[in-house]
């Protein structure tokens, strides 16, 4: 089959399954062009995004700014590797501080890379700072969470398929329920280095913590000397009506982990941000990697970050959304559970006896909105932050007749 001919969704979906590995099973559908909240597929049917690349693309698709930058870096210089310095990954470290209130930044390309370093990070104070011995130092995650895919981290996933083939795993790990302080106060030892968490499970189901734990869990860090993580990369960055999720609560983590919404959409960016006590651990060759913080990268992302803070998005996130989720919630169906989730990132909870989300998924493309099943019985509504009034009353207008 030659390019010539692959003309329609049908032949593009044919090629992707003889050639690509079966390790995603996406909606079918295949998009060739974006701009703002919508998208466009090879046969050129409109519709209107309400996943932005799992947050990825908060500003929307095509932001002129964020394109701008690139374009711009582009003609100039794209890669230098770590082993040179480059003239813009100081400014883009020095605006990511003065955005989160924390010293130094380190930056890296994924968000799975932005966990791992994390981890790295934190054990290493552990044994240096802390005191911990060698070899025994522990970090808690929660059950149901998701930080990525890499070995070390499906090791402490309680997703069954997550772990399936993969082992053996990474010791030093130990799980609590989510949101359960009193659990976490229990696990916490001498050997703890950290607490590792999402805001909000996106992936899990777009589940939020109890009120207060996030306080609770920074008064239980504090007293035992454990370094609060939060896993922001995908609540961070106005997705939630607040620039970071923790902000709802007024906690500040040790160690903050962001990407996605970093590139805005652009370019895979990520990040881990602390302050000296944890950052200063790494020594030349501790850690590194070849395009973490390459100029590239870093335009795009102070770009991204402009964005963010010109146009207001966590404001925007945070009235939109508690407008669309109030008229989600007003919606009488017989298959809906439970609408939940803060600013624009929300889940849509089906009933067991009303089957999986998939198919609501699928009416939602038929119709021209693109969301997404997590979880089997959610779906997840994220636009970008840009999204008009007058495009998420579209989306409602067909979530309406879709759920009824």
Known sequence: MTTDTMTTTDAFLTEADRFGAHNYHPLPVVLERGEGSWVWDVDGVRYLDMLSAY???????????????????????????????????????????????????????????????????VRKWGYK???????????????????????????????????????????????????????LEAAINENTV?????????????????????????????????????????TGLGRTGRMFCTDWEGVRPDVLIVGKALGGG????????????????????????????????????????????DERLPERSAELGSWFMDQLRKIDSPHVA??????????????????????????????GILAKETHRQVIRFAPPLTISKEDLEFALEHARAVLA
Request: some cysteine; glycine content about 12%.
């Open 55 to 121: 947050s990825a693309v908060n500003q929307g698709h095509r932001h002129p700014a964020i394109i701008a930058a690139a374009i711009a870096q582009m003609g100039k210089l794209t890669l230098t590797s770590r082993a040179f310095h480059n003239d813009q990954m100081g400014p883009f470290l020095k605006m990511l501080c003065e955005i989160t209130g924390f010293e130094k930044a380190l930056p890296m390309n994924t968000g799975a890379e932005g966990v791992e370093t994390a981890i790295k990070m």
């Open 129 to 183: 700072v802390k005191g911990v011995p060698e070899g025994k130092a522990e970090i808690i995650v929660c059950d149901n969470n998701f930080h990525g895919r890499t070995t070390t981290i499906v090791g402490f996933s309680s997703e069954p398929q997550s772990r399936d083939g993969f082992g053996p795993f990474a010791p030093g790990f130990v799980s609590v329920p989510y949101g359960d302080a009193a659990a």
């Open 194 to 234: 950290g607490f590792l968490v999402e805001p909000i499970q996106g992936e899990g189901g777009v589940v939020e913590l109890p009120e207060g734990f996030l306080t609770k869990a920074r008064e239980l860090c504090t007293k035992h000397n454990v370094a609060l993580i939060a896993d922001e990369i995908q």
């Open 266 to 309: 652009v370019y895979p960016v990520s990040a881990v941000i602390a302050d000296s006590e944890y950052m200063d651990v790494f020594t030349p060759g501790d850690h590194g990697s070849t395009f973490g913080g390459n100029p590239m990268a870093a335009a795009v992302a102070v770009a991204a970050l402009q964005v963010i803070l």
């Open 338 to 367: 439970e609408v939940r989730g803060k600013g624009l990132m929300i889940g849509v909870v089906i009933k067991n006896s009303s089957g999986p989300a998939r198919p609501f998924c699928k009416a939602l493309q038929a119709r």
